[in-house]
């Protein structure tokens, strides 16, 4: 089976804005893929002017909650780097031959989604003599307009990335496995894993290969 | 119709569900109210909602016969246009914000699906078929979230206030073309197509990237109106109904609605049945909204849209019993179910406040906290009541004043009376206020103030000028003397006298001049009134407590006296 990777654009975010962005595009990637029946639910974003859908499922949400807290303590304990990658897979469950040391089943990825974003430091604008006293109205108008062309930017991003999902859901439907019958909500397990800042995702890839999981690269 | 389990399923029935689906999903998503002022309640999925895996709910009335929808198959094409209809005038034309086509293109002569397939090979196809339309469906779903006009829908949604644009729709099967200029100024998105045996279900969009040249606002056309008999004001019956909405007293006033409205409502129809498709000129089109009437719109261009169908956008009944019909049957946090009804707590001039009797320690009154649907805007406790009263009990009693859910308003009154804060800090008296007398009333403004009580408890606390602790353990410490039944008098009637001081200024606010008088001088007489009623109200609170140490203090240079005359007594 082929395994359908899609790279999304890299997205610029304060750290304050994470939570908000991986929420979007995990829980529209998702939506896309949990095939069983589901009840959408709107979600608006607190920071951006966008709506995106979730497919309602609690234990998703509660899941994804979880990864974006893991996500955010572990990028926190290491602040000079920028570049970070979530990773959300879907793979099947089956059957290996049982050997020594090794489980039974084994899981076979047929679609990878990165996420890349780049983390900022909040006060990438203020200069280190900037103090409190002599404080300059104009600067700090300078300030909020640097933020709101941030936003909007950041939003526009967030956008584009969530048509490039459309898009490629819409085009890449071939590889995807037979919808169990009568699913309700997640058709197809997945997990959300959290690439370690130096590991690029050719290099998970790699190490997916070598510890036994079996993918086939298209 | 359709089976529990994706078998048994034709080429033609996924098409034609899947166009009706579609067709679903974008009204809902596009016209506010478009079920009517009650949403259908959350139910277990139906047969219905099991087609595509996506329980969109029961459609509404105007979607309940597909056939009317699609009268010639699954081949026509569907075309959905999204207007933005102007309100305020009706010489203006409407304009299309979004173009939807959704159709199934029947198959080249030499494409493998032209062909009559084995049946194993159908049923393959048709497996796979849904299974694309699945997500193709998914994929329109979100898309509608991300167009521009989304904005505009959850504005006109979410708000109470009528803006001068409404969100129509008409659907045919026939798409008029753009002309040069229009289709410049739309962008197009076009999903994926959807291999069937019938063809390819291609479903494409024409949108506008931006609607901020339409200048959406809030119309002019309902006046701001004083309401001077809400419910909850001291004055009125707790259990009084709901006042009219404004539109309604605004009298004829035509805003857009949907048939579908005005006959759930029971309006007056001076046309067709809401409920009936009601065809345009062309074949296999029908229209919601003003253009509901297409023989007046399309021949006499100049006829403003009939009241019938049209009906106030406010509608102050409708959002006490339910809010705006929302896509999804559990609404977004915020988000909507429970927030729209504290928009207009926002949108609302600033609360009148009275303020407190003049102890330095009265902190600044500050707003009610709104964000929480279940505060009580009660008056602060009195301190006998307080160290009576139990957490547990506070609501029990104070359920019985809490407004009803569409009528929690951050409206003067409820600031009159102070905040717990004044309680804490202040040690005044500003916890005496007592709406109906009842001594167990809590005020709660947030969950750090319910706490309050317990403050009380402290037995070394005590307000400056406590003089109704009657029953509670503090009273004992003083002698039990005349002067305590004549304090306990005083203290009743000074009760009485913040009651009158508040009727006062109730009646003070209603017979204001209404804010519509917009001249200066009406203004200024009205804020001199206002100013006049704070200050004598102000002024009686000082005297009051003014009157009341002076009293006090006789009380107490009493007992000293009765006290070193009974030590001399027993000296000698």
């Given at each position: ?127 280190p ?54 699913a ?12 370690s ?22 | ?42 139910r ?37 246009d999204?207007?933005l ?5 009706p ?68 708000s ?54 339409f ?101 102050f ?45 009265v ?10 649907p ?67 009333f ?12 317990d403050?009380?408890d ?21 002698s039990?003397d ?48 206002q ?42």
């Open positions: 089976m082929n395994c359908e990777v899609c790279e999304l654009k890299e997205l610029v975010v304060e750290q304050f804005e994470i939570r908000e962005v991986l929420r979007c595009i995990l829980h529209t990637i998702i939506f896309h893929r949990a095939l069983g029946l589901v009840r959408p639910r709107d979600i608006n974003c607190e920071l951006f002017e966008l709506t995106y859908v979730q497919c309602g499922v609690p234990e998703v949400e509660k899941e994804i909650e979880e990864k974006i807290t893991e996500f955010i303590s572990k990028i926190s304990k290491h602040p000079n780097r920028r570049s970070h990658q979530v990773c959300l897979s879907f793979y099947e469950t089956k059957d290996k031959q049982p050997a020594w040391f090794s489980s039974k089943t084994e899981r076979v990825y047929w679609e990878r989604w990165f996420i890349n974003l780049q983390i900022t430091n909040q006060r990438v604008n203020m200069k003599n900037q103090t409190k006293v002599g404080f300059d109205p104009g600067e700090k108008l300078s300030s909020l307009e640097e933020k709101k062309l941030h936003r909007t930017a950041l939003e526009a991003s967030i956008r584009e990335n969530l048509f490039q999902i459309i898009k490629f859901v819409n085009e890449k439907m071939d590889h995807l496995p037979h919808i169990p019958p009568n309700e909500g997640i058709s197809y397990p997945y997990e959300i894993t959290i690439l800042s130096s590991e690029s995702s050719l290099d998970m890839l790699k190490r997916m290969l070598q510890t036994g999981h079996q993918t086939t690269l298209s | 119709m359709a089976a529990h389990s994706d078998s048994g399923r034709t080429t033609e029935q996924i098409v034609s569900q899947f166009l009706s689906k579609a067709l679903h999903a974008i009204l809902a998503a596009r016209i506010p109210y478009i079920h009517g002022p009650t949403p259908p309640p959350s277990h999925p139906r047969k219905r909602d099991r087609w595509f895996h996506l329980a969109l709910g029961d459609p509404p009335p105007a979607l309940e016969h597909p056939s009317g929808l699609i009268p010639n198959g699954v081949m026509e094409p569907l075309v959905v999204i207007l209809s102007p309100r305020d005038d010489t203006m034309p409407e304009a299309i914000v979004e173009r939807w086509v959704a159709q199934c293109e029947a198959p080249a002569p030499w494409s493998p699906l032209h062909s009559p397939a084995e049946t194993s090979s159908n049923s393959f196809l048709v497996k796979r078929t849904y299974k694309k339309s699945i997500i193709l469906l998914r994929s329109i779903y979100s898309v509608l979230r991300l167009l521009p006009a989304q904005r505009v829908f959850k504005m006109l949604c979410a109470n206030q009528s803006y001068n644009h409404d969100l129509t729709y008409r659907v045919s099967s026939f798409a008029e073309p753009f002309s040069r200029k229009e289709e410049a100024e739309f962008q197009y998105h076009c999903f994926a197509p959807v291999e069937t045996q019938s063809g390819q279900l291609a479903v494409s969009v024409q949108y506008r990237p931006s609607l901020s040249q200048n959406l606002e809030i119309s002019s056309l309902l006046p701001p109106m004083l309401i001077t008999d809400y419910v909850g004001s001291p004055a009125a019956d707790p259990m009084r109904a709901f006042p009219s909405s404004p539109s309604e007293r605004a009298g004829t006033r035509s805003s857009t609605s949907f048939p579908l409205r005005g006959s759930q409502h029971g309006q007056p129809s001076t046309s067709a049945p809401a409920s009936a498709p009601v065809f345009f000129n062309r074949p296999h089109s029908w229209t919601g909204g003003p253009s509901e009437v297409p023989s007046n719109r399309a021949q006499h261009p100049n006829h403003p849209p009939t009241g019938s169908y049209r009906k106030p956008a406010f509608n009944d409708e959002f006490k019993f339910s809010p705006p019909f929302y896509m999804s049957p559990t609404p977004s946090p915020p988000k909507f179910s429970g927030s729209y009804m504290q928009s207009p707590l926002r949108s609302e001039t600033a609360p009148v406040s009275i303020p407190q009797s003049g102890s330095s320690k902190k600044v009154l500050r707003s009610p906290n709104l964000s929480d279940t505060r009580n805007f009660l008056p602060p406790p009195s301190p006998r009541s307080a160290r009576t009263t139990d957490p547990s009990s506070q609501d029990s009693d104070s359920r019985s004043f809490r407004r009803p859910d569409g009528l929690r308003t951050s409206d003067g009154y409820s600031n009159m009376y102070g905040t717990p804060k004044g309680l804490k800090d202040g040690r005044d008296d500003s916890g005496r206020f007592s709406l109906s007398g009842s001594p167990r809590t005020f709660s403004r947030s969950s750090s103030r319910i706490s309050v009580p403050d009380l402290d037995p070394d606390f005590s307000y400056p000028f406590a003089v109704d602790d009657v029953d509670s353990s503090d009273s004992q410490a003083r039990n005349g002067k305590e039944v004549s304090d306990f008098g005083h203290a009743s009637s000074s009760h009485k006298s913040q009651d009158a001081a508040v009727g006062v200024l109730v009646h003070m606010l209603r017979t204001a001049a209404p804010l519509r008088d917009s001249t200066y001088s009406s203004q200024s007489s009205k804020s001199e009134l100013e006049e009623g704070l200050g004598s109200t102000s002024s009686f609170f000082m005297s009051r407590k003014a009157s009341d140490a002076l009293e006090e203090l006789q009380s107490y240079k009493s007992i000293k006296e009765m006290l070193l005359s009974q030590s001399k007594g027993k000296l000698h």
